[in-house]
């Protein structure tokens, strides 16, 4: 029987200042065989050990097409974080998975895209979106909306520029500066700017949850399919495996029976709540 | 499978040839409170008793659980930390049992837990039936007792001076060749006397009607006013004894801890669902922060997700719950007011 609680060591190879207090890691799996069999679908996430500390969930967001190293974004937030922030190149942490469902990237396929990201909630996009440009026949047209709290929180400035080649991009902050000549108001505010066939076209979106509230009633208000409103949830996914029961929503798991959930499945759990 | 007669004065001399060969566990004595423990001499075992404080549940998921222990030399080295003993559980009760077998599906469901299943494997249980209702039991309301129908290597029933005991399983017939001698064959009477103990022990049941199917069918058709979750919020402590307590709770939480130097170990812990840091994430934050949505979704999972998911409720009527619970919302309570309507 496989011991699902056992982590593999990885060493941190790179470390990369994304923004205020959020760094991404590039990781690395030191046994070879994991190294070249470890593949996940975008939108999945894998828990992650800082010994002594704990582990926790962390969207991968680099794409799967990417071999050798897989990369999280990183937010200081509790307790584990802010040691994984204290953490250097060629440190060891441990990994377990991935878990969770990813999103439905057959679904997107030829579709309109519009995703809506908010803070630190672009990790998981930027991993589907760095997927979708690779494949072939991935998606008909994207929208990227994303909005930060001030301009020093944007995550990945330079994702942004290099994305803005392909699709259409639109940056908002919550709170403007000097430096900031862009858009200022809530990530929905960048809506008008889209122009599509509701009906042949897709969000994906993540951010917190009243961001995630808001842009799911203006999106159906548009004209959008609720089965076509595509959201990944927060949970506290302690274990990642439907066992511990931290992420549970109503009769599902996060970590198991999401973390991907249409707007449609999500109605449905709020039934309840 | 088999039955037997296991004469009283021969429980001591086979119990002590089953500790010769695995580590046995059973019920005790303890500052006046029946628990469950490792026995080291064979006449700390009582069997004069309704049950346990706590549950059984804890020689498979213990409160306080090592999973791994890790090193940071080097390179970081990880140790798993599975136990493989074997072990035999005397005395253990019907509504446990079946409780483990609410454990045994959910901790095989999906990804294998192999912490829990590898202690299961290399248990061997011996049940005894309840000749004597507990006070506030109502597994003859939740078809798990007085006498188990299935889940047991061996079950005892007590006819006086002599046990009258079932195999249930290839497990409990190797346990028996232990001590041969000691078992003899039954006759037609016995029998008749072990239906007899069952039928008054079903006849003792002091407790109100408890319908955890129509409580499920309510749940499930969301035909409980709001305002019961409002009131169970007010009653609730939040001190989680009740899922301490329950032989089917599963949540955990799991945390790191230092022992010396570079080393650790990850240990996990028992949770509770009722308590207010359970769903908050480290950002601040909480989906479930009001006490109404938890004690909402410790219901609704208890009663009516288990039976979408493994069809039966995972309430096994042990009445714990009903004994610790301060505010007096526990499962039997709450389900009659469902029932109800209130």
Not at chain 1, 92 to 116: A, C, D
Not at chain 2, 45 to 54: D, L
Not at chain 2, 160 to 166: M, T
């Amino acid at each position: 029987m496989k011991n699902i609680y056992l982590p593999e060591i990885a060493v941190i190879k790179d470390i990369k200042e994304e923004a205020f207090e959020i760094k991404t890691y590039v990781l690395e799996f030191l046994n070879k065989e994991t190294k070249t069999k470890f593949t996940f679908n975008p939108g999945q996430f894998i828990e992650l050990s800082v010994f002594g500390f704990g582990e926790a969930p962390f969207s991968i967001s680099s794409s799967p097409y990417r071999k050798k190293n897989i990369e999280i974004c990183v937010k200081k937030a509790g307790s584990l974080t802010k040691k994984l922030h204290e953490l250097k190149i060629g440190d060891e942490v441990g990994i377990r998975g991935p878990y969770g469902n990813g999103f439905p990237v057959e679904k997107l396929r030829k579709k309109s895209i519009i995703f809506l990201g908010g803070g630190i909630g672009v990790a998981p996009l930027k991993s589907l979106i760095d997927y979708l440009l690779k494949v072939e026949n991935g998606y008909k047209e994207m929208y990227i909306l994303y909005g930060a709290k001030r301009p020093k929180d944007i995550v990945g400035k330079e994702n942004f520029s290099f994305w803005s080649k392909k699709a259409q991009v639109y940056l908002t902050v919550d709170v403007s500066d000097k430096s900031w000549k862009g858009e200022v108001g809530p990530v929905t505010n960048l809506l008008p700017k889209v122009s599509v066939k509701a009906k042949d076209c897709l969000a994906v979106l993540c951010g917190p949850p009243a961001m995630i509230n808001a842009a799911t009633d203006r999106l159906r208000e548009i004209g959008l399919f609720e089965e076509n409103i595509i959201a990944t949830l927060e949970r506290y996914m302690k274990c990642g495996v439907g066992k511990c029961g931290h992420c549970t929503i109503g009769n599902k798991y996060t970590c198991i029976d999401g973390p991907v959930f249409t707007s449609k499945e999500i109605k449905e759990l709020d039934k309840e709540f | 499978m088999k039955n037997y007669i296991l004469d009283k004065n021969f429980l001591k001399p086979f119990l002590r040839k089953v500790m010769k060969k695995e580590r046995l566990i059973a019920p005790i004595e303890f500052n006046k409170d029946i628990i469950f423990d490792f026995i080291d001499e064979i006449d700390e075992i009582t069997t004069n008793f309704t049950n346990s404080i706590i549950s059984p549940k804890r020689f498979f998921f213990p409160q306080s659980d090592t999973i791994l222990e890790y090193e940071k030399t080097s390179h970081v080295k990880v140790q798993p930390i599975v136990s493989y003993e074997r072990r035999v559980i005397f005395g253990i009760r019907s509504c446990d049992v079946y409780g483990l077998l609410n454990l045994d599906k959910f901790y095989s469901l999906g990804y294998e837990d192999i912490y829990y299943l590898q202690r299961r494997e290399n248990v061997t249980l011996i049940n005894l039936v309840c000749s004597d209702p507990c006070e506030n039991g109502f597994c003859i309301y939740a078809k798990s007792g007085p006498k188990a129908e299935v889940g047991f290597d061996l079950q005892f029933t007590d006819l006086g001076d002599k046990y009258f005991v079932e195999v249930g399983s290839v497990k409990g017939e190797e346990l028996i060749k232990i001590a041969e001698l000691f078992f003899s064959k039954i006759i037609e009477k016995d029998e008749e006397r072990r239906f007899e103990v069952v039928l008054k022990s079903k006849s003792c049941f002091s407790h109100l009607y408890v319908d955890l199917q129509d409580a499920a069918l309510k749940l499930k058709n969301n035909l409980v006013s709001e305002n019961l979750w409002q009131e169970l919020a007010d009653r609730c402590q939040r001190c989680g004894g009740c899922n301490y307590v329950c032989p089917t709770c599963t949540c955990f939480d799991v945390v790191d801890k230092d022992i010396e130097g570079q080393r650790g170990r990850r240990v996990r812990l028992w949770d509770s669902c009722v308590l207010g840091g359970f769903t908050r994430l480290a950002g601040g934050y909480n989906p479930r922060s009001r006490i109404e949505d938890r004690v909402k979704r410790k219901f609704y999972h208890k009663l009516s997700y288990e039976i979408e998911k493994f069809q039966a409720t995972s309430c096994v009527g042990c009445g714990r719950c009903t004994t610790v619970c301060l505010g007096n919302i526990d499962t039997a309570s709450v389900v009659r007011r469902i029932v109800l309507g209130e």
